[in-house]
């Protein structure tokens, strides 16, 4: 029997957690990106004021931004955005749901506006612009909110892809127990046969 399937399981594992990561930051594959993060200050300050400093920002570079929030297998994306290029990524022409890895995670896409309801501005947030000035819309975004914000590598920001990880470890280990199992009853079954032979023809 041919175990080479196994030696598939790293080679899958790491394209499905690149597709997953893909998908719930849509926006790296954007040009310019900053990753920013938000101190929790933040939320001592009106939140409606917080809202309309960042649109005017946005507005101003013509740029986006994106807030990614995490409930276990949830994902919540707010988006204030000036064109439809993160939308064309994702190939969905508005915010709605995306289900990934086969309805065991979920990513639901909001407008800015219903952080307020939902969620907080603090944590990482993504800064996305048409011109290499991103730093720039960092600094606006310090004056006009009146706080330090720092940059986050993307090394350091990347999903938590180790429930994924495990999944198809499991998956893959169930599909070779399965295999070995099949490849044994059809080895007794031979040999079963082959005795029957043998004992017929005495």
């Known amino acids: 029997m041919n175990y080479a399937v196994v030696l598939f399981i790293p080679q899958f594992a790491q394209a499905g957690i690149k597709d997953f990561q893909n998908k719930v930051y849509a926006e790296n594959q954007l040009d310019h990106v900053m990753t920013i993060q938000i101190d ?35 994902y919540y994306k707010y988006i204030y955005t000036n064109d439809n290029d993160y939308f064309d990524v994702l190939g969905i022409k508005e915010y709605q749901s995306v289900e990934l890895l086969q309805y065991q ?10 952080i307020i309801e939902n969620d907080s501005f603090n ?9 290499d000035n991103t730093k720039q819309i960092k600094e606006s975004l ?11 590598s ?6 938590d892809s180790m429930p ?7 998956a893959f280990t169930v599909l070779l127990l399965i295999i070995i ?12 046969i ?5 004992l017929f023809s005495w």
């Open 142 to 152: 310090e004056k006009v909110l009146d706080i330090d914000i720092n940059t986050v």
């Open 123 to 131: 944590g990482e947030a993504r800064i996305v612009s048409h011109q």
């Open 181 to 192: 199992i099949y490849d044994q009853y059809q080895k007794y079954k031979l040999f079963s």
């Open 105 to 114: 995670y979920q990513l639901d896409i909001y407008p800015l506006d219903q």
């Open 40 to 74: 929790q200050n933040i939320k001592t300050k009106n939140s409606q004021d917080v809202l309309d400093n960042i649109k005017d920002v946005m507005n101003e570079y013509h740029s986006s931004i994106f807030f990614t929030k995490k409930d276990y297998n949830h």
């Open 164 to 170: 994924f990880v495990i999944m198809v470890i499991f």
């Open 154 to 159: 993307h090394d350091n920001s990347s999903i």
């Open 194 to 198: 082959k005795k029957a032979s043998w």
